[in-house]
Each structure stands twice: as C-alpha cells, then as structure tokens.
C-alpha cells in the first residue's frame, strides 16, 4: 500500500467504526469485504475502489487505529479531517 493515514493513536471500535462509516459516504460505490477478525480482537475492514483498496485497522498489536490505501485521499475530501497522512 502506498499511503498511510492515522486515524487515532489508541484503540477504538468506536474510532474504527466511525472511520468505515465516514469512508463509505466519501466513496459510496466502494466495494466492502466481509469485516476480518483478528484471534486479539483487531479489526480489519477491506474496501475495494476505482483507484484501489482502502484498508481500515483497528489494530490491538499495533495500538492503534489507522488506514492504509493504493490511492491519496484528495485534499478537498472530508475524510482529511479523521484520516491524517502519514508518509
């Protein structure tokens, strides 16, 4: 994956679910993949685009709520203001 976005610096399912929900109203005919369940409990959501795959973690190894995508989210999306660029 080429680019990566924080979303918060600790544990949210509230966080996790928030950001799936914010991603589907910015890209409504993404396609969404069954949620993955980790055996920690982290939780992982696969959607797939035009310009390519978004990937929405809640990760319990990691510590950490953040997306990894194909493509940069454009400047003018409101996704900017949950989803934080960090590469």
């Known amino acids: 994956m080429k680019y990566k976005y924080n979303i918060k610096t600790y544990n949210s399912p509230d966080a996790f679910r928030m950001a799936c929900m914010e991603f589907e109203k910015e890209y409504p005919t993404a396609k969404k993949n069954e949620m993955l369940v980790d055996v920690d409990g982290s939780t992982i959501q696969v959607y797939a685009t035009d310009e390519g795959e978004m990937v929405i973690f809640d990760d319990y190894d ?12 454009p400047e003018t999306s409101k996704l900017n203001d949950l989803f934080v660029l960090i590469n």
């Open 62 to 73: 990691v510590g950490a709520v953040f997306a990894n995508a194909d493509f940069l989210i």
